[in-house]
């Protein structure tokens, strides 16, 4: 499904690379995170990769879109552009003291995300409730059982902007604490 998902991925950014501006969770919430490394998972055109490094991150931006990557490498020195599939994509351990998670859904790195993340490391998600495509969408208080073990600052659900293909928005801010499992 690589290819296929690819150009998907691609064509979509050749017609519009889409938001320029930073998440607002990521705005509202990023000075909870210590300066170090961050993952932006799936970051597509890159404008929360850009933010977190213009903040003093070192960003892994990781996307399969061709077009999305190519767009975003070289715009910075902080950030390290990955263009790989997220489905066989292994997360680092211990690496990150920031990781964020932006309109994608893959349920197999929730493990890894918590692996990932160093003591007092912040998790930073947002994603879709109640989809067409269940296997893209979180249900109601997934997220927040999913993440349950981390020390939550944050979790909201409310009417998406995107109403015409999700019906609500998921946003959880959370903390790796030591007692994490």
Same mark, same amino acid.
């Given at each position: 499904?690589?290819?296929?998902?690819?150009?998907?991925?691609? #064509? +979509?950014?050749?017609?519009?690379?889409?938001?320029? &501006?930073?998440? @607002?969770? @990521?705005?509202?919430?990023? !000075?909870?995170? #210590? +300066?170090?490394?961050?993952?932006?998972?799936?970051?597509? &055109?890159? +404008?929360?990769?850009?933010?977190?490094? *213009?903040?003093?991150?070192?960003?892994?931006?990781?996307?399969? #879109?061709?077009?999305?990557?190519?767009?975003?490498?070289?715009?910075?020195?902080?950030?390290?552009?990955?263009?790989?599939?997220?489905? !066989?994509?292994?997360?680092?351990?211990?690496?990150?003291?920031? %990781?964020? &998670?932006?309109?994608?859904?893959?349920?197999?790195?929730?493990?890894?995300?918590?692996?990932?993340?160093?003591?007092?490391?912040?998790?930073?998600?947002? #994603?879709?409730?109640?989809?067409?495509?269940?296997?893209?969408?979180?249900?109601? &208080? *997934?997220?927040?059982?999913?993440?349950?073990?981390?020390?939550?600052?944050?979790?909201?659900?409310?009417? !998406?902007?995107?109403?015409?293909?999700?019906?609500?928005?998921?946003?959880? %801010?959370?903390?790796?604490?030591?007692?994490?499992?």
């Amino acid at each position: 499904m690589t290819d296929q998902d690819r150009e998907k991925w691609d #064509s +979509r950014y050749q017609k519009d690379m889409g938001r320029t &501006n930073p998440s @607002l969770i @990521l705005k509202e919430f990023l !000075s909870l995170a #210590s +300066r170090g490394n961050a993952l932006d998972i799936a970051c597509g &055109n890159g +404008r929360n990769s850009l933010y977190m490094a *213009e903040h003093g991150f070192r960003v892994d931006a990781v996307d399969i #879109s061709t077009v999305a990557t190519n767009h975003l490498a070289g715009k910075d020195p902080n950030i390290n552009v990955i263009c790989q599939d997220i489905d !066989s994509w292994e997360i680092p351990p211990n690496r990150y003291e920031l %990781v964020v &998670n932006v309109r994608f859904l893959d349920r197999r790195l929730f493990p890894m995300i918590k692996d990932g993340l160093r003591t007092g490391g912040v998790l930073i998600f947002e #994603s879709f409730i109640g989809g067409k495509k269940e296997e893209y969408c979180l249900k109601q &208080n *997934e997220l927040l059982h999913a993440f349950q073990s981390f020390r939550i600052v944050y979790y909201e659900e409310k009417e !998406s902007d995107h109403s015409d293909k999700f019906d609500q928005t998921a946003s959880l %801010v959370a903390v790796k604490t030591d007692s994490t499992v």
